[in-house]
């Protein structure tokens, strides 16, 4: 079975601009949920989407959203980026039939300059 | 607050020694726990897990954890430790109605092991 696949894997953006980043899960996993991880805050829960719905946030700013497509692939989304929000942004699925356990994809790295 | 804390930040063995992370968590009920792992330039990986039945669960690589509900604890142990197990560690708790998706991770202990 391939994993979670996160794309892109590094990019660099600058202050005030936008940016969307994706996720597919493994196949047959419906449940995507997404973390930031930083040196200082460790990793902090965003959201999590199950069938095309969010069904947890996490306590960011609404300038972090995010979706999910009918074929449980996963977007988030950060408008008027800030330095703060230099991370990495992990996507993780879960099989919700099953063991509730999430597989984490490689993350993407975010350099906000 | 509710939160998730690991008593260790940094640590650093020699090959062979015995390794025990600590956990402590704030939630009351019901919940699942988990130590994830990070090796350098890898994902987090799944090193073990707890919902209910025997406290103490063994994990892949020779790690262990014995879930302890009386204190909120989860501690990590390894009789001896390897080169190979340097590496970051996190605890995390998927809190009471809290669905599958959503865990609460502590700081993470960085675990240096010395040949």
């Known amino acids: 079975k391939a994993g979670v696949t996160q794309t892109p894997r590094y990019l660099i953006k600058t202050r005030g601009q936008q940016v969307t980043l994706s996720c597919s899960p493994i196949s047959g996993h419906r449940s995507v949920s997404w973390y930031q991880q930083t040196p200082g805050q460790g990793l902090q829960f965003l959201f999590e989407y199950f069938s095309e719905t969010q069904r947890n946030k996490g306590n960011f700013p609404g300038r972090f959203s995010g979706r999910q497509f009918s074929n449980s692939r996963s977007e988030m989304n950060v408008s008027t980026l800030e330095l703060g929000d230099s991370a990495l942004y992990l996507c993780?699925?879960?099989?919700?039939?099953?063991?509730?356990?999430?597989?984490f994809g490689a993350g993407s790295r975010l350099t906000v300059l | 607050a509710q939160s998730v804390s690991q008593h260790n930040h940094h640590v650093i063995l020699s090959e062979a020694a015995s390794l025990e992370l600590g956990c402590n968590y704030s939630?009351?009920?019901?919940?699942?726990l988990f130590w994830y792992v990070q090796y350098p330039g890898q994902h987090l990986q799944l090193l073990l897990k707890y919902f209910s039945g025997d406290p103490l669960v063994k994990g892949i690589k020779g790690f262990e954890a014995e879930f302890i509900k009386s204190k909120f604890s989860f501690n990590l142990r390894k009789p001896s430790v390897q080169w190979s197990d340097t590496a970051e560690y996190f605890c995390a708790v998927n809190p009471p109605s809290g669905n599958t998706g959503k865990l609460i991770f502590g700081q993470g202990t960085t675990l240096q092991v010395k040949p």
């Open positions: 993780a699925s879960a099989d919700v039939s099953g063991a509730n356990v999430l597989t």
């Open positions: 939630y009351g009920g019901t919940v699942n």
